[in-house]
């Protein structure tokens, strides 16, 4: 299951629908643009108080979910553990696949 949900993360990034970092995703918060956040269940302490101030300010559905050098080797980076869906229906499918996983 885990494959389905990177690949989802790769087609948003080649759409052009999803956002890889914590001040990257700050700025889509800001400017309204983001639906959903990932944040890998690995993500460092700094990181998390960051970006969880942001979405609890801008109230932003999130989720934590696998590995942040799995993700990022998805979306061809490295070093990412924060995510930021900008398409309804991606974050829709992702939460889907993500909730189904783990019943």
Same mark, same amino acid.
């Given at each position: 299951?885990?494959?389905?949900? @990177? !690949?989802?993360?790769? +087609?948003? $990034?080649? #759409?052009?629908?999803? &956002?890889?970092?914590?001040? @990257?995703?700050? +700025?889509?918060? !800001? ?9 890998? =269940?690995?993500? #460092? =302490? !700094?990181?998390?108080?960051? %970006? ?11 989720? $934590?979910?696998?590995?942040? =050098?799995? &993700?990022?080797?998805? %979306?061809? #980076?490295?070093?990412?553990?924060? +995510?930021?869906?900008?398409? @309804? ?12 996983? !783990?019943?």
């Amino acid at each position: 299951m885990k494959n389905k949900v @990177t !690949n989802y993360l790769g +087609f948003a $990034k080649k #759409s052009g629908n999803l &956002m890889a970092g914590v001040n @990257t995703c700050t +700025f889509g918060m !800001n400017k309204g643009k983001i639906k959903l956040m990932i944040l890998a =269940e690995d993500i #460092s =302490e !700094n990181s998390e108080k960051k %970006i969880m101030k942001e979405i609890r300010k801008h109230g932003v559905e999130y989720v $934590k979910y696998g590995n942040g =050098e799995e &993700m990022s080797h998805a %979306i061809g #980076s490295q070093g990412r553990s924060v +995510f930021g869906i900008c398409d @309804t229906n991606f974050s829709e499918v992702i939460k889907n696949e993500i909730y189904g996983e !783990n019943q």
